[in-house]
């Protein structure tokens, strides 16, 4: 796996899912990390834990963003490398999906990604720097049920290929990882199925993806991240890359 010593690394959403997964592994890599989120609780534990840095932080809030963004910057001492995980993905009918629903998504997941790659960019516009946001197959591949999402993550993928253009002269590389990988909120909902809709999911995973389940966090997903973190993924940029057992074969 990549070391990143020396890394001045952010990561927002960190206090659950793929962005505490990152968060618990970076430091031991030699990262310096700072991570944001909104749980309080969870954020000191996994300070405490690894080391990191805690900031409480609403993606979707300008005003909060900017001020996170300096602490973050001053912390570190600079700034190298931005993983924006921070997001939501619920699930719906498209023809039930109410205005409300509609606004906390594409404000979370699209605004949030604009507001935080737009902050970090006074901090590397000097020295360059590497950002890396979070679509999924869903902006890609008809979802169902996940209208919402998709178009929220179809948001994300035009502006960071855009930024990616833009931002090239000053050094900048905008990537962006689409994953599928086990998390504790999706064992949890394994957890709480019944054995005939365990059975069905299961089965439904089996014509998805390699080995018929979803990737392992420390096995599958890290290593990558690690990578594309690194110096290793620096003429790496305007790219979708795909951590899913082949769900989405992009091209």
């Known amino acids: 796996m990549e ?9 927002t959403g960190g206090t659950s899912g793929m962005g505490e997964g990152v968060v618990r592994a970076f430091p ?5 990390v700072v991570f944001w989120g909104r749980n309080e609780a969870a954020g000191a534990k996994i300070a405490a834990e ?15 963003v900017d001020a996170a963004m300096k602490e973050s910057v001053e912390y570190l ?24 629903s509609w606004y906390t998504t594409l404000n979370i997941n699209a605004t949030g990604t604009f507001l935080v790659n737009e902050a970090v960019f006074p901090y590397m516009k000097e020295n360059g720097g590497n950002i890396i946001n979070f679509t999924s ?3 890609f591949i008809v979802s169902p049920g996940q209208a919402h999402y998709a178009a929220s993550k179809g948001a994300v993928n035009s502006w960071s290929r ?23 909120m999706y064992m949890q909902m394994r957890a709480m199925m019944t054995p005939e809709q365990l059975a069905a999911h299961d089965a439904s995973m089996a014509q998805l993806c390699i080995g018929g389940q979803m990737g392992d966090m420390e096995t599958d997903f890290v ?3 690690a990578f594309m973190a690194s110096d290793g993924s620096k003429f790496i940029t305007g790219q979708t890359i795909s951590v899913d057992g082949g769900i989405m074969m992009v091209r």
């Open 137 to 139: 197959a869903s902006a």
């Open 3 to 11: 070391r990143l010593d020396g890394k001045r690394i952010i990561v």
């Open 50 to 64: 690894t080391g990191a840095h805690f900031i409480k932080a609403d993606v979707a809030d300008k005003a909060i």
């Open 223 to 225: 290593p990558l991240m």
């Open 162 to 184: 855009t930024i990616a253009k833009e931002w090239m002269p000053y050094n900048i590389r905008v990537n962006m990882i689409a994953p599928c990988i086990k998390t504790p």
């Open 77 to 100: 001492g600079g700034v190298d490398v931005l993983i924006h995980a921070a997001g939501v993905a619920p699930h719906c009918p498209a023809e039930q999906i109410t205005a409300e």
């Open 28 to 32: 031991a890599l030699g990262a310096k």
